[in-house]
């Protein structure tokens, strides 16, 4: 079992950054895929950023490459978020996820089915 506990979306202009966190509890946190999502009212959950449990290798959508910073603190129980230059389309609920069953130590899914545990959100809004 693991819990997932998202912090530190808030109200941003255009241009400004966050960095969101993911305290996780459980001991299979360090052999467990990562990922974050997101969500706008009355449209389906996209990819942001996942993050291996080996290596770490990161993975990023299109829109967000060269922004935003997917990273882990396994010492810690901790995913984090780095979110740069922000822009108004970036406006969701961000969710971490946890995937727990993953095959390849060195690949983390960017299909939300793929991940068996998710947090309860946190609103980021970007004003223009």
């Known amino acids: 079992q693991v819990q997932l506990d998202e912090s530190g979306g808030g109200l941003v202009q255009a241009g400004g950054s966050l960095r969101l966190s993911c305290a996780a509890s459980?001991?299979?946190?360090?052999?467990?895929?990562l990922g974050w999502f997101r969500q706008v009212p009355g449209k389906e959950c996209t990819f942001v950023a996942a993050?291996?449990?080996?290596?770490?290798?990161?993975f990023y959508a299109g829109s967000v490459r060269g922004r935003f910073t997917i990273s882990r603190d396994n010492t810690k129980n901790t995913l984090y978020l780095q979110m740069n230059s922000l822009k108004p389309e970036d406006t969701a609920v961000y969710y971490c996820?946890?995937?727990?069953?993953?095959?390849?130590?060195?690949?983390?899914?960017?299909?939300?089915?793929?991940?068996?545990?998710w947090g309860q959100g946190t609103q980021v809004t970007v004003s223009s």
């Open positions: 996820a946890a995937d727990l069953f993953t095959l390849n130590s060195r690949n983390a899914s960017t299909r939300d089915y793929d991940y068996e545990y």
């Open positions: 459980g001991r299979t946190f360090r052999t467990s895929a």
């Open positions: 993050i291996s449990w080996s290596g770490p290798n990161t």
